[in-house]
């Protein structure tokens, strides 16, 4: 098939895996055996569209992965917390006075996990930055108009850096490939790959993901507000603060966006609480907890790899999010022993221990990223890597897109108080 053709039949699939459950949830009953059969038909919708596609077409792992998610997703709405249309218009009546507006609201309920502005939020929602805080008036007011200069002022400073970094890809040396996941980790690799590893997948963890990610959001967000659809209070901040990611617990939790938490957390306590009845609380409920919701995750990963051509025995995503596992457990008990060796009375995070926690957290993305990340950088070569659709460093120069990247960095952090 040709690529426009991938792109209507994934296009189509992630519209029916929106419009199916929205659809059921305002038409039927909490019991109704249609919900029940709704979760196989969107597996069966899913599961044509993981076949290997043009992996220089990344759209095609963007669109993947909400294909993916609007399963557990509609599971958790429809049968695990289940809503129906009289539960919408308690909640929001303003909003659901017409068919269309219930219709829209429960669509959002389908595609917004993070339930902003509902009973069902999300834990840890992060806040509207402080460049809307008014000191007049005590309070935080999020105008349409300082809303929308500012996200298209920041999308404009992330597309100059993703722009940068292409730019830097393709002129970075081609090195041979090598697949396998123990080969990517082997010790006789020269210091100076692993040194580029390093480097590379902090890069992409802290800045490049988050910037792919967060642009996407923020496109949404610029167009939704500003046709008048949605408030700027819808949309708050989807990435926190990469100072507070000190723990990996934090880097998840409270850095990341919460996009995956509510769904991936749903499905994870009906397994362990309904299924299972583990004891709660308890050590083995909360890591089997923590160990599903990442195995939710490597599985989302492993499928945008196999989008992209990367098969399932050479992906890495799995081994690598669930992984995590293991470092909450070190990290658990490191924590557990120092409360133990201080007493009650303890800093809880002084500025030492949250440089040691910085330390730790590059030291285990640093090293275990290169499992996840190592087979794409093999099936797409730097040098054909397209982050952008339009260079403007082929046009000026990298010396001025990256003064531009650089001063335009600072505006925003001095002019717009964006927050690091």
């Not at 309920?109 to 929602?125: D, F, M, Y």
């Not at 167009?223 to 949309?235: A, E, H, K, R, Y």
């Not at 749903?266 to 583990?278: A, E, F, G, V, Y």
């Amino acid at each position: 098939m040709s690529i426009l053709t991938d792109l209507y039949l994934t296009g189509v699939s992630l519209a029916l895996q929106t419009l199916i459950p929205t659809i059921i949830l305002v038409a039927t009953h909490k019991q109704s055996m249609l919900r029940y059969l709704t979760i196989p038909c969107m597996i069966w919708i899913f599961s044509c569209n993981l076949r290997p596609m043009d992996p220089y077409c990344q759209i095609f792992a963007f669109i993947t992965g909400p294909i993916f998610m609007a399963i557990p997703q509609a599971a958790t709405i429809l049968l695990i917390h289940p809503l129906d249309a009289n539960d919408l218009i308690r909640e929001n009546p303003g909003r659901t006075k017409s068919l269309i507006g219930l219709f829209y609201y429960a669509f959002e309920q389908q595609s917004e996990p993070r339930a902003i502005e509902t009973p069902r939020q999300v834990k840890g929602l992060h806040p509207h930055p402080a460049y809307y805080y008014d000191a007049k008036k005590g309070t935080t007011v999020v105008s349409r108009g300082s809303f929308l200069l500012r996200q298209f002022a920041v999308l404009v400073w992330q597309y100059a850096v993703l722009d940068v970094v292409q730019f830097a890809a393709h002129h970075k040396p081609v090195r041979p490939v090598i697949d396998g996941i123990f080969t990517r980790l082997d010790r006789n690799v020269s210091i100076t790959i692993w040194v580029e590893r390093f480097a590379g997948n902090l890069l992409s963890w802290f800045l490049i993901a988050r910037i792919c990610i967060d642009s996407r959001y923020r496109i949404a967000s610029i167009l939704l507000v500003g046709l008048g659809i949605n408030s700027p209070q819808d949309w708050p901040p989807l990435f926190g603060r990469m100072s507070d990611a000190y723990t990996l617990r934090n880097y998840w939790g409270t850095f990341w966006h919460q996009g995956l938490r509510q769904p991936l957390t749903s499905m994870s306590k009906l397994i362990t609480r309904d299924i299972m009845h583990l004891p709660r609380p308890s050590i083995l409920e909360r890591y089997t907890n923590v160990f599903l919701v990442f195995l939710g995750s490597g599985a989302l990963h492993l499928t945008t790899d196999i989008v992209m051509g990367i098969p399932f025995q050479s992906s890495g995503a799995v081994l690598f999010f669930t992984s995590f596992v293991l470092g909450y457990m070190i990290e658990d008990g490191v924590q557990a022993f120092y409360k133990r060796m201080k007493g009650p009375g303890a800093q809880t995070c002084s500025k030492y221990k949250r440089i040691v926690g910085y330390l730790w957290v590059a030291l285990w993305l640093g090293i275990s990223s290169t499992a996840y990340r190592f087979p794409g950088s093999q099936r797409i070569p730097p040098h054909e890597l397209r982050t952008v659709p339009v260079s403007i460093s082929d046009r000026i120069g990298i010396v001025s897109a990256a003064g531009f990247t650089f001063i335009g960095g600072l505006a925003l952090l001095f002019g717009l108080k964006a927050e690091i």
